[in-house]
């Protein structure tokens, strides 16, 4: 098997950043989704599409561009009025193909994109004050509760930030290019230092 | 080191069992914990503390807070080093050094001083007509001298050691200021549960309470502390600064994290610019108090009369032991109770006329001499004050008058009323007006989410702040939806009676007494400019407030008419016979108090100043040794140097390996966008001038797309995968134009077209491999494709693998040699990558960097970046026959256009050096040899060649005197050392493109002064036929 390299392979240093704070202000690691794919469809089909996807995945199909829905492992973002990126394990990600692979031209398109971003978990109960180095998002629990999501810029870089649900201290899922997740990386790490923080093994 | 001799025995907010050695000037002193810098200077006797801007007078202390004209200083050293920071707002430190600063060579003996002596020759606009002759360039002589003796502190050109931080933070109401509105504002928003931020620029909460000594006011102060501590709601942040006000009700505020000590802890920040976005805002930012303008009024030793209170009640400094309050109201009044109490012998003089019993007798019991209707003509001293002269005084005729009698004082705290402060509010467009009765500005219509409350609103009292503070904050809990607790009352405590005994009486200036000599009378005591200047002005017809505010450089930069605002609106009322009203006001712009490049720069400095995309192979760049070069925001590898290489050395390496072997580049940074729909084909047609709707599935084909407005946007290639797929690639430089007018196209303009498009750069790892053994190479690594010139022919498309990972196979060559671009999934980039390095080290592969790249398409003559700029056609760069003349595209319509037909536009040809000798550079201007001039005249004019013709504005002129004039007839784009050929190329465009081949013209460098005699040729320099593309 080739090996699959993460963007951040050279950068990743498991251990403590800046200040000693026990328990840590903030917890970085990167989380690996086996599977990010999109679909897009078309303004006068989306509707029946989006009834497909929820009797067969059952997973509502959000009816914004704010809110996430889940259902069992896979998690759906609305990018787009018309555009969908469905997020799973590898588990969940053999059905989905076969799903998608049902799919018509004429109801919609699908791009595989899980190359195209590196997700970084970030949690902790100073999770959003570090997010707002670099945020212009108010991520004030009543504001930004679970699961809702953003698509935005945090040092010049597109993020798509996304709040985990269930968590005992605020968590955090960011979607970044793969091209400047090293850079987005770094700065996540030097702004963290003043708080102090933590990176831990990545996860699969 | 001395003794703290103007140190009161007990009293003020100051922690004495901390003490605080500090410098200033490179002597030793010390202070207490809670000091400033300023007060720190006063309680060690320390009275001069700066030389004016441009008249080099001594300057001391003239106010306790941020609107101090005088007393700016540099501090620390080296990268710590900042100019211009009043010692009014340096929380001292133990180890603080301070320098005073535009003094040479000390602040006591300052040689420039002389400049003081000849007040006329620096008066306003003095810049405009003293130093312009003899000659016109006259001036640029004058300029270094006036300019290295002017101004204020030196910026350093050290690295500064410090990190700086941004940070973005949310709130419903924000609250400018911690005085007592704002301390009653945000209590009330937070008791009704508002998400309040409460902003002071000092560091504690209070306000002018900090600077009182009644224990009303104080035990006010502390239950509202106490009761803001328990509103989980509200965040206080001291040490901040509301420095500006923005769209959108965004405010920029700056956090001075580690400035009260010596060097930031550990990973902490100095200074955090924050970005504050608020439902509604209360601005509850004081008043500040104003001078009076008399005669020297500028002398170490005078002071704003709460400056004086402040400095004796917070920081326990008795600022002279002999004081003269000067005022024209009675806010002062308490100033000098409070000077007398601390023991300074204290007399009063007060313009107005009449003062109340209740007035009179106050002063008594204090033993406090009283002189109504009387001003302080002029004050006394050399460099502090030594005495004042008193004349007697009638505002409603104010005229020169003979001094009635001098009294001696070390410190004159003078106060002419006070001036709401508005410049958060007039940064968003709101006007103050004149209220004649109080004799300030106040806030005119506020803007929508606004509110000011307490001093800025005018109010003058306590208990009306902090009644006015709570109703501010009621009405935004109620705009903000708040809870009804909101309806509470003031934190607990007795309120003072502090009505006004007698109303104010505005003065502007005191004219100096008769039978002196007239000294000179301060307006702007930062910027030196006074009541003479404005006079000037207004006789050389600067009658408008903006103009006479930009002549005179009144209120401008860091200090924005804090103090000298409206004395000098009142002024001019005065000398054009207008109202203050009918006067009107400047603008104060951002920031209300100077902010560090640093604090806004943040962290995006050296390596992040932007940030940086990295190819999915970037490790193994680093790892080889590649040295790395950014184009755009991508780093990509220049070249991969051998031991000893240069990078010429390096790029010839690698070029010729390419020619005769084979080699591999990261080509990642292409734009990369998956174009799916029913439409996809139609779409296509319609984007590319050329044709794509017959392109069959798995083949490649070149295009071209151009803006609406006819000129080239892009080129690249795109793939057909499948019926409805394909796959675009763009220049990296222009991934995201076309990217974003695809996406605008189907958005706004052909909404009917059932077309997705996606970047997939990110989701992509792309390498070319390229040269005569690419073939070998990759049937090495690559299983499911035949790859035989029939099975995949030159723009042929197919898919297959390397071992496990799946790939995509485009037979193009951007170098002319056989190639081909192979695509796998990012993740997948590196072990692909080593691959084909394992594989083929026996074939000879050399990785290969952009230099080379560069190298290779210009040989080759395939235009790039620096050809596709945005102003040249497809007929420019030789592409003109791609166009289709029978579908419409996108541009195709205004490309007809006749600038764009002209004939005469310059077209895309090779270049290179006529006779071997000179340098060619990008950016060169091609110029006609035949319109080249060889000597000037006398006067500096052209000798022009019979030939020439007439000349054009632009000149250039070679360091042998000759030159050309115009703007030439074309340019040079691209330029390499060929080892194909082994000479220096170039691509370029010129006028009459082809027609000029084999001709002789002359490439012009203005930047070195070069002019090098190029010959013009095809742009193909390397297998003009093709033939090893397909070999």
Redesign the interface.
């Known amino acids: 098997?080739?090996?699959?390299?993460?963007?951040l392979?050279?950068a990743y240093a498991i251990g403590p950043i800046?200040?000693k704070r026990e328990p840590p202000a903030v917890v970085l690691r990167e989380h690996a989704p086996q599977h990010l794919i999109?679909l897009?469809g078309?303004p006068d089909s989306f509707g029946s599409i989006c009834e497909r996807i929820t009797s067969h995945l059952g997973v509502r199909v959000p009816v914004d561009c704010l809110t996430a829905s889940a259902h069992e492992d896979v998690t759906v973002f609305r990018v787009g009025p018309t555009?969908l990126w469905f997020v799973c394990d590898a588990a969940c990600g053999g059905r989905l193909r076969d799903f998608f692979d049902s799919f018509d031209?004429?109801d919609?398109?699908v791009?595989?994109?899980?190359?195209?971003?590196t997700v970084i978990r970030v949690c902790g109960p100073e999770a959003q004050t570090l997010l707002?180095?670099?945020?212009?998002?108010?991520l004030?629990d009543g504001?930004f509760p679970e699961h809702v999501f953003v698509q935005s810029v945090v040092?010049?870089?597109p993020v798509l930030v996304h709040r985990l649900p269930s968590r005992a201290d605020p968590a955090f899922d960011l979607y970044v290019?793969?091209?400047?997740?090293?850079?987005?990386w770094?700065?996540l790490i030097?702004?963290a230092?003043?708080l102090g923080g933590r990176v831990d093994r990545g996860e699969a | 080191m001395t003794g703290q001799v103007r140190r009161l025995a007990a009293g003020g907010r100051i922690d004495r069992s901390r003490p605080v050695s500090f410098r200033f000037d490179g002597r030793t002193y010390t202070g207490h914990a809670g000091d400033t810098l300023a007060s720190a200077l006063l309680a060690n006797g320390v009275t001069l503390v700066g030389r004016s801007f441009k008249y080099h007078r001594p300057r001391g202390i003239y106010s306790a807070g941020v609107e101090e004209p005088n007393a700016l200083v540099t501090l620390r050293g080296e990268g710590r080093h900042e100019p211009n920071v009043p010692a009014t707002r340096v929380e001292l430190f133990d180890g603080l050094e301070a320098q005073s600063q535009n003094r040479w060579p000390s602040l006591r003996h300052d040689a420039m001083s002389v400049v003081g002596r000849f007040p006329k020759l620096f008066a306003a606009g003095f810049y405009y007509k003293t130093f312009m002759g003899p000659t016109r360039r006259a001036w640029m002589v004058y300029e270094h001298f006036i300019r290295k003796a002017a101004g204020m502190g030196d910026p350093t050109s050290a690295p500064d050691p410090d990190?700086y931080?941004?940070?973005?933070?949310?709130c419903n109401l924000l609250v400018v200021g911690a005085g007592p509105a704002g301390l009653a504002a945000a209590i009330a928003a937070g008791r009704s549960g508002l998400?309040v931020i409460l902003v002071e620029d000092d560091a504690e909460p209070g306000g002018s309470l900090l600077a009182r000594r009644d224990r009303p006011a104080t035990d006010w102060l502390q239950s509202a502390l106490a009761e803001l501590a328990s509103l989980p709601t509200v965040r206080v942040m001291t040490r901040t600064s509301a420095f500006g006000a923005y769209d959108g009700m965004t405010f920029g505020l700056l956090e001075r994290v580690a400035d009260h000590v010596a060097v930031p802890p550990?990973?902490?920040?100095r200074q955090r610019y924050w970005?504050v976005?608020a439902e509604r805002a209360i601005l509850a930012t004081g008043m500040i108090e104003r001078p009076i303008v008399f005669a020297d009024n500028d002398l170490p030793g005078v002071m704003l009369a709460s400056a004086a209170q402040s400095y004796a009640n917070r920081f326990a400094v008795l600022p002279g032991r002999r004081v003269v309050v000067f005022t024209n109201n009675d806010s002062a009044y308490s100033a000098a109770e409070d000077l007398r109490a601390a023991g300074a012998e204290v007399s009063v003089v007060d313009v107005r006329p009449g003062l109340p019993e209740a007035l009179r007798l106050r002063m008594s019991r204090a033993g406090i001499a009283l002189h109504p209707a009387s001003a302080v003509g002029r004050a006394n001293g050399t460099r502090a004050i030594a005495s004042v002269d008193i004349v007697p005084f009638d505002a409603a005729r104010p005229a020169p008058a003979r001094v009635r009698t001098r009294l001696r004082c070390d410190l004159l705290a003078v106060s002419g009323g006070w001036t709401p402060t508005l410049h958060l509010l007039a940064q968003r467009g709101c006007k103050p007006v004149y209220d004649a009765d109080q004799a300030m500005l106040v806030a005119g219509a506020l803007p929508e989410g606004f509110a000011v409350a307490g001093g800025a609103a005018g109010r003058a009292t306590l208990a009306a702040c902090i009644e006015s503070g709570m109703a501010a904050a009621l009405a935004a809990a109620e705009a903000c939806g708040g809870a009804p607790a909101a309806q509470g009352r003031a934190p607990a405590g007795r309120l003072p009676d502090e009505r006004a005994d007698a109303a104010i009486t505005p003065v502007w200036t005191i004219p100096a007494p008769l039978g002196r000599r007239g000294g000179k009378m301060f307006v702007d005591l930062q910027h030196d400019v006074g009541a003479d200047d404005i006079a000037l002005a207004y006789r050389e017809g600067y009658a408008s407030v903006e103009h006479l505010k930009r002549y005179t450089t009144l209120g401008m930069a860091n200090d924005q008419g804090k103090t000298s605002n409206l004395n000098a609106l009142g002024i001019l009322a005065g000398l054009s016979g207008r109202t203050i009203a009918e006067v009107g006001t400047t603008t104060f712009r951002p920031p209300f108090r100077p902010v560090a490049v640093g604090a806004l720069a943040g962290?995006?400095t050296g390596l992040?100043f932007?940030?940086?995309?990295?190819?999915?192979m970037?490790?193994w760049h680093?790892e080889h040794g590649a040295e790395l070069t950014t184009t755009g925001l991508?780093l990509r590898p220049w070249y991969f140097p051998q031991p000893g290489e240069s990078r010429r050395d390096a790029c010839a390496r690698e070029t010729a390996a390419v020619r005769r072997t084979v080699g591999l580049t990261d080509v990642?940074s292409l734009g990369k966008i998956?174009v799916?729909?029913?439409d996809a084909a139609e779409f296509l047609n319609r984007v590319y001038v050329n044709g794509f709707s017959k392109l069959p599935v798995g083949r490649a084909r070149y295009g071209v797309m151009l803006r609406p407005d006819g000129i080239v946007l892009d080129d690249g290639t795109t793939s057909r995968i499948s019926?409805?797929?394909y796959f675009m690639t763009t220049t990296t430089a222009n991934a995201g134009k076309v990217m974003a007018q695809l996406e605008f196209l189907l958005q706004a303009a052909w909404p009917d077209l059932?077309v997705?498009v996606?970047s997939?750069?990110?989701?992509?790892a792309g390498m070319a491999v390229s040269g005569p053994m690419s073939r070998d190479l990759l049937g090495r690594v690559v299983t499911g494709i035949d790859l035989s010139d029939g099975g995949l022919p030159f723009m042929g498309v197919a898919h297959g693998h390397?071992?496990?990972?799946p790939v995509r196979v485009l037979r193009v060559s951007f170098s002319g040699e056989r190639a081909y671009e192979v695509y796998a999934?990012?993740?997948?980039?590196?072990?692909?990558w080593q691959?084909f390095c394992d594989r083929g080290a026996d074939l000879g592969l050399t990785v290969y960097g952009v230099e080379a790249l560069g190298a290779l398409r210009i040989e080759k003559g395939h235009v790039a970046g620096s050809e596709l700029e945005g102003r040249t056609t497809l007929a420019d760069l030789g592409l003109a026959r791609m166009a289709s003349g029978v579908k419409p595209f996108l541009g195709g319509a205004l490309a007809k256009r006749q600038g764009l037909a002209d004939p005469e536009r310059p077209q895309l040809v090779g270049l290179e050096l006529a006779d071997g000798a000179g340098t060619l550079r990008a950016g060169a201007i091609l110029c006609d040899p035949t319109a080249r001039y060889r000597k000037r005249f006398a006067d500096g004019s052209p000798v022009l060649s019979e030939q020439a013709p007439a000349p054009a504005a632009a000149v250039f002129t070679a360091a042998n005197g000759s030159g050309h004039m115009g703007h030439g007839i074309g340019f040079v784009s691209s330029v390499t050392w060929s080892p194909e050929l082994q000479r220096n190329i170039a691509l370029g465009f010129i006028s009459g493109g082809a027609s000029r081949i084999g001709s002789e013209v002359d490439a012009a460098f203005p930047l070195y002064g070069e002019l090098t005699k190029v010959r013009v040729t095809a742009p193909h320099f390397v297998d003009p036929e093709g033939e090893r593309l397909h070999g």
């Open positions: 098997m080739a090996e699959l390299r993460s963007a392979a050279a800046g200040v999109q897009s078309w555009r031209v004429r919609g398109v791009t595989e994109i899980d190359h195209s971003r707002n180095r670099g945020l212009p998002i108010d004030e504001v040092h010049h870089v290019p793969r091209e400047y997740a090293v850079t987005f770094e700065w030097e702004a230092a003043p | 990190r931080e941004k940070a973005h933070a949310f998400r550990p990973f902490q920040p970005r976005r962290p995006e992040h932007r940030p940086i995309r990295r190819s999915p970037h490790d680093q991508w990642s998956d799916q729909g029913p019926e409805h797929h059932r997705q996606t997939v750069t990110s989701q992509w390397a071992g496990d990972i999934p990012a993740g997948y980039g590196m072990a692909l691959m």
